[in-house]
């Protein structure tokens, strides 16, 4: 707790293009989520080394999240937003936590062992250990609370494992987050394949919708998007993926419950259901868009944001540390 407020931590990687799943899973709840809470939001780059990226590409993809987040309507004077690499706290912690994880543990994750099929040529040592990474990132801050997906819901058990070992072979040093995990938009599937989840990294571009798409584009995308033969848009996940997924889409953009949307198509045919999802989410997008090139052209404000959040999140990560190295037995000055 800080002050009357419980901590949330969240974190998303600057790789790639953020599709609009990442933005109604992630970065629209971090949104709603800062007045509730005493927010941390960082930007994962330490995580994103764990597969090779390209170093210029990384940078700008950093100061991009950073507008996309800021755009959104994250608030810098609400909230800690920071970029993780600046935070030395966070290496020096997850070596500590290293020594509390089991290898066998981490051999097990789901994510490392996906990761090492698509990454054969490149399974090292820092994939093994981002989820102990994750764990420093989580309880360097006191963090009462993580929004998480399902894919990541496996790290935060193992952050809870480890918080509660720590705790167990000292004292209680940690607090033990709680995941909370988000209901309504948590998945939106790709549009071609909607027995997945839209990633960042879909085979085929066409099947996710990128929050940089311009206006054609997501129309195009949306007007190729998988549905089924029955020509009825109702929502039925099991059944009708296809149509379901593009009903929550349409219900997160639109702001409005399902039902109503299904009330709202119908009768009407698939061809223009899928011109109005499309339309709609080109209309939402646009504003973010606009705002989010008009904050990469100001460097010298987005430099001033990741200064501030990086004193303020290092004030906060030290004490945790320090707290941390002085029972593990590190002599200090
Ligand atoms: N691993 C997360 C993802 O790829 C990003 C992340 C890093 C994170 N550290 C975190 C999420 C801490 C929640 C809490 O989505």
Redesign the pocket.
Known sequence: MQGDKKIL?????PTNNLTIGNYIGAVKNFVALQEEYDCIY?I?NM?AITVRQDAAQLRKNTLSLLALYLACGIDPQKCVLYLQSHVPAHAELAWTLNTFTYVGEMERMTQFKDKSAKHADNINMGLMD?PV??AA??LLYQTDV?P?GV??RQ?LEITRDIAVRFNNAYSPTFTVPEGIYMKVGAKINDLLDPSKKMSKSAENANGAVFMSDDRDTIIRKFRRAVTDSMAEIKYDPSNKPGVSNLLSIYSVFGGMDIADCERQFEGCGYGDFKLAVGELVADKLAPIQAEQAKLLADKQYLNDVLKSGAERAAHRAAKTLAKVYKKIGFYQL
């Open positions: 931590y969240s974190a998303v990687q960082a994962a995580h981002y990474l994750m990132d989580i993580v998480v894919d990541q790290h």
